[in-house]
């Protein structure tokens, strides 16, 4: 079963939760702005749906809802950003604001993150590079949930990338995804919906592929991208290294093992490395390589014969990275943005803390 709300309902309540556990009125509608992208982008997995994990975390004391957000190293070119353990939602536009700033200066623009926590979508980062006409970059690492190829211990974070690249007549091309084998989200979204997952995105315990999406709860794990060296899981652990090094090693963050967990019950590592989450931003205008108006028609070129590429299927057309998520931001800013019937209930618990009017 699911409720459709209009988009704005669910930004301000949102927003009123944000609010109640102390977050600034800035802070508050850009957190909120953070995970209505998501839902309005059809990525139900990172929106509305995780309000009450955050709440849980500031619960447990391990959100600060008031943080001194900071640059504490930098060059003409680069800086690392202190999260002060605020809200990933407003600590990474802050750091993306500040690649933008060096990019437009100097040419590009890269920003490592510490302190942090989960930052929503990292395509709402990218995105704001592509506003200016650049390029942007987003990454992040997250809670240990997946397993090295051959590996049955959790040691990676579904570890998401994003490259966002400015077009013309076209919409902007959006490569949004994690590298492992898939979201958490879609977990936590199968389990909702009491659906079983598709063979190869997680294994057991005991590590044997399984589609009970409730297997991590019972010690099992999420696989990288590829799922099976045969199918290329070497190269979605290699993606995966690559964001925590960037994110984590790069920053002072945690990283591999010793990233806090997203979920309340479990408590970070009692000796952890580095400081919060970690991410990675950059920028780089586009006219540092050559005029802005010859990229894009190139781009609008490259985007206009790929989508007329010749297909197995003839009823199935090739898809352009971010298309889906186009269209769905279309039709839900219009017909409004559909929840489980388990998600209303979920929020309607917060409002009922909170003493806020429900759904």
């Known amino acids: 079963m699911q409720n459709i709300f209009p988009e704005s309902t669910l930004r301000i309540f949102t927003q009123n939760i944000f ?13 909120a702005d953070v995970l209505l992208k998501s839902d309005l982008r059809g990525i139900d997995s990172h929106g509305v749906a995780r309000l009450s994990g955050y709440v849980r975390l500031w619960e447990k004391q391990r959100i600060n809802p008031t943080p001194n957000i900071r640059v504490v190293h930098e060059t003409p070119t680069t800086a690392t950003v202190d999260g002060d353990a605020g809200l990933g939602l407003v600590v990474a536009p802050f750091a993306m604001q500040v690649a933008l700033q060096k990019a437009e200066q100097y040419g590009s623009g ?9 930052f929503g979508i990292a395509g709402y980062h990218a ?11 987003a990454m992040t ?3 240990p949930l997946v397993a090295p190829t051959f590996g049955n211990e959790r040691m990676l974070g579904t570890n998401p990338m994003c490259y966002a690249f400015p077009a013309g007549k076209y919409p902007p091309l959006i490569v949004d995804m994690a590298t492992s084998a898939a ?3 879609k977990l936590e979204i199968a389990q909702r919906s009491g659906k079983p997952v598709p063979e190869g995105w997680i294994q057991d315990a005991s590590g044997q592929y399984t589609t009970d999406p409730h297997a991590l709860k019972s010690g099992g794990s999420l696989l990288p991208l590829g799922s099976d060296r045969e199918h290329g899981s070497h190269k979605g652990f290699g993606l995966s290294a690559t964001v925590d090094i960037l994110s984590g090693v790069l920053s002072g963050a945690n990283y591999g093992p010793w990233v806090p967990p997203f979920v309340a019950f479990m408590e970070p590592s009692a000796n952890p490395p580095g400081e919060g989450i970690g991410h990675f931003l950059g920028a780089m ?9 010859d990229f894009i028609d190139n781009l609008d070129n490259w985007i206009a014969r790929f989508k007329n590429a010749q297909t197995a299927n003839p009823a199935q057309k090739v898809i352009i990275p971010g298309e889906p998520e186009l269209e769905a931001e279309q039709d839900r800013k219009l017909n409004g943005i559909p929840l489980v019937q388990a998600v209303v209930d979920d929020l309607n618990t917060l409002a009922d803390r909170f003493g806020l009017m429900k759904l």
């Open 19 to 31: 609010t109640a556990i102390g977050c600034s009125e800035e802070h508050a509608q850009l957190a």
């Open 110 to 118: 890269w920003v490592s993150v510490r302190n942090s926590n989960h």
């Open 127 to 137: 995105l704001m590079a592509v506003e200016q006409n650049m390029i942007g970059f």
């Open 141 to 143: 690492n997250a809670s």
């Open 183 to 185: 979201a958490n989200g």
């Open 285 to 293: 205008r586009v006219d540092g390589f050559r005029p802005i108006d």
